[in-house]
RNA sequence: GGUCUCGUAGCUCAACAGGAUAGAGCAACUGCCUUCUAAGCAGUAGGUUUCAGGUUCGAGUCCUGACGGGAUCACCA
């Protein structure tokens, strides 16, 4: 809409002032709500050159757009140094009309492949809130990339071997009676958690005797009969023997099938797997490659490093003395991978903040190392979700469960919904479903309306809202709109009525500025963008459906393009659900 | 201590690339269902945007410093 104002503004300036400004420079902002128009267009910036005061300018380019587009400016008023120009509602309703909002905004150039990691769950217990954020910030970026015109290859990065992963199995092997989880009842990744923690408070008990015998708490944790023999076991897999080799696969089997029902529950979803036991070993000869290039350095005990001193950086280590490698040097070798299997142009990485150093440096390597997939590397980075008590931590069992939450927040929304009354004469499975999609909505909602960078509060004590600026309200919003189409018939071709409301003009001027919206979201990686929108839309219909009749409408014109109003916002609320995992129901 | 990051109403969050009188929701209070879904709408109240300087026509937004939270700086992953 904006593209065909400027053009004008530009040749309003050259006209009145002789002051060059090309139209893609000129800034159109949108109106402040207390004052009358669309678009403002701020003169401020040309005073200089114009030498008139604020008012008269302004005044000046108003009367030179009357005189020479009266079509696309309806009217126009100054306040300040502020020209306010309004759209007839013809040519907002035009502008929605002719718009496929189905179709990828982005131009040829600005396409790209890219890959996001995200989800990268540990083997050793099951997923909680914190997971949960990454899990739906990463599907969503993917949605909004793809919708936005990228190409988008999903990739979850498995951590299935390490000392923590030797930790649940040998605690299953010492305590566990080869139980199954199909035995113990419980989901596998429950199950293998369970060994985990079982680890954490024999291995405590242990610590506990050698500080009686005065060994400092923080080397008694470390030196106790079970963790030798964890790190044992951590060598014996590193050799592949047979025996913790089959109890390993077994045992991340379990994990994988609960994870694989905790990620369908989610609706979330990938196009490819790496397992660390399999990238682990990647990285060693980039080091040789890294030290032929004078890039790396070695110190005289045998260990690599980089120096990255110069960038405010620090030094890194990159190979042990030992010769054996660290989470660097293996994630030097999987981004050589990733870009071997895929070549994209960007490769997103969906972490938590607590990394944003680890990225940094990730990201500095690969650049000095001359790689050409360097530059398109995104640590897409998000706060943590903490308790009013601190941070999760599943040793100590703070935690939020994902499996646990969900049951909740289904449980809560079905008694809501019975509350209401509403949904009489639905069939159970239909029923079941809407519980399923209010209940974790309203979770997803929560978890994504806030800016990723910014950690998220959750108190378990205060459920997650229903009312409000929730996911339940823009689900009821959508609900209410197709009762109406229920009710009604919309038919093509839509008129404009003799009379509008502001509220009617208002959904047409906020459907225009869902590509805005999308690629914001998409440049800014912020499915927040997405949410605060739909919300808006949601919100501005309840507004009009409270002051404007649909069905009892004046004239049939009224009531086909109060209906398509209906039509788009129902629309465009789905839409944005799906940039976001939350689906809409037709009745709630 | 070095680096990074955040600080907006009692609480949870908005505010496009610096623009006008900083907006929503929750909680509180007041109205609105004989009418298309009241999980809704309309209204009242709530603010020195942590503080102090600076940059300029204009600063919640940019710069410097202080204070306060968080993260990180491991031959851990």
Redesign the pocket.
């Known amino acids: 809409m904006t593209e065909n104002i400027k053009p004008f503004i530009s040749d309003a300036l050259k006209a009145l002032f002789d002051i060059e400004v090309p139209s893609n420079d000129v ?1 159109l ?4 709500k ?2 009358e ?1 669309d678009f ?1 267009f ?1 003169v ?2 040309y005073l200089r050159q114009s030498r008139k005061n604020p008012v008269e300018t302004a005044t000046l380019v108003g009367e030179y757009l009357e005189k020479n587009c009266p079509e696309i400016i309806d009217s126009w008023n100054v ?4 020209l ?1 120009l309004s759209i007839p509602v013809e040519a907002w309703l035009k502008s929605v009309l002719k718009s496929d909002f189905n179709t990828q905004p982005a131009d040829e150039t600005k396409r790209q492949k890219v890959m996001v990691e995200y989800s990268s769950p540990n083997t050793n217990k099951p997923l909680h809130l914190g997971h949960v954020r990454n899990n739906l910030l990463g599907y969503s970026i993917c949605r909004i990339l793809e919708a936005y015109g990228h190409e988008v290859i999903k990739v979850n990065l498995i ?1 299935d071997r ?2 923590h992963i030797c930790k649940s199995m040998l605690a299953y092997a010492k305590f566990g009676h080869g139980e199954s989880p199909a035995e113990a009842g419980m989901k596998g990744d429950h199950f293998v958690g369970k060994y985990y923690v079982l680890f954490g408070n024999e291995n405590k008990k242990q610590a506990v005797e050698l500080m009686a015998k005065g060994v400092s708490e923080e080397d008694a944790e470390r030196q106790t009969p079970l963790m030798e023999e964890a790190r044992e076991w951590l060598v014996k897999w590193e050799e592949k023997d047979p025996e913790i080799i089959t109890l390993w696969e077994k045992m991340n089997n379990w994990v994988y099938e609960g994870f694989n029902a905790t990620y369908k529950r989610m609706g979330v979803s990938f196009d490819k797997f790496y397992h ?1 036991s399999e990238t682990y070993v990647l990285g060693k000869d980039i080091v040789e490659e890294g030290l032929s290039k004078g890039v790396f350095y070695k ?1 005289e ?1 045998g ?1 690599v490093w980089i120096n990255l001193t110069d960038e ?1 950086l ?1 030094e890194k ?1 990159l190979l ?3 010769g054996t490698s ?2 660097m040097t293996q994630d030097l070798g999987t981004a050589d991978l990733k870009y071997q299997d895929y070549k994209m142009n960007a490769s997103v990485y969906v972490v938590g ?6 990225f940094k440096v990730l990201k500095s390597i690969l650049q000095k190392l001359g790689r050409p997939y360097a530059d398109g590397i995104f640590h897409m980075s998000y706060g ?1 979700v903490e308790l009013p008590e601190g ?1 999760l931590k599943t040793r100590e069992g703070k935690v939020v469960d994902a499996d646990n939450l969900m049951d909740e927040m289904f449980a809560t ?1 079905k008694e ?2 019975e509350e ?1 009354g ?1 949904t009489e004469g639905m069939p159970e499975s239909e029923l079941h479903h809407l519980y399923e999609i ?1 209940g974790l909505g309203a979770m997803k909602y929560f978890l994504l ?3 990723p ?5 959750f108190n378990p004590n205060e459920s997650i ?5 929730t996911a ?2 823009i689900q ?1 919003t959508h ?2 709109c ?3 189409l229920r ?1 009604g018939k919309f038919s093509e071709p839509v008129r404009l009525p003799e009379h509008h409301e502001p509220s009617e003009k208002n959904l047409l001027v906020l459907f225009t500025q869902y590509f805005e919206k999308l690629e ?1 979201a998409a440049d800014n990686f912020s499915p ?1 963008v997405i949410a ?1 929108y739909m919300y808006e839309v949601a ?1 501005s219909f ?2 009009f ?8 409408a004046n004239s049939e014109d009224q009531i086909q393009f109060r209906l398509y109003l209906t039509l788009q916002t129902a629309n465009m609320l789905k839409r944005c659900g799906e940039l976001l995992g939350i689906e809409m129901p ?3």
Request: net charge positive; hydrophobic share 25%.
């Open positions: 800034k902002e949108i109106t402040n207390d004052f128009g403002t701020v401020f910036p306040v300040k140094g502020f306010n951590n390490g000392i660390e110190r005990d260990s405010g620090d280590l042990r003395k030992d660290v989470y903040n607590e990394q944003d150093y680890h943590m941070k929304a809501r919904t209401q509403k209010l309306k806030v800016d960078l910014k950690r998220i509060l809202d229903f009312q409000g600026n339940t309200f009821y609900a209410r197709r009762s109406i009710n914001e927040s605060n919100k309840n507004t459906y409270n002051q404007c009749p649909i069905l009892r037709s009745r709630m």
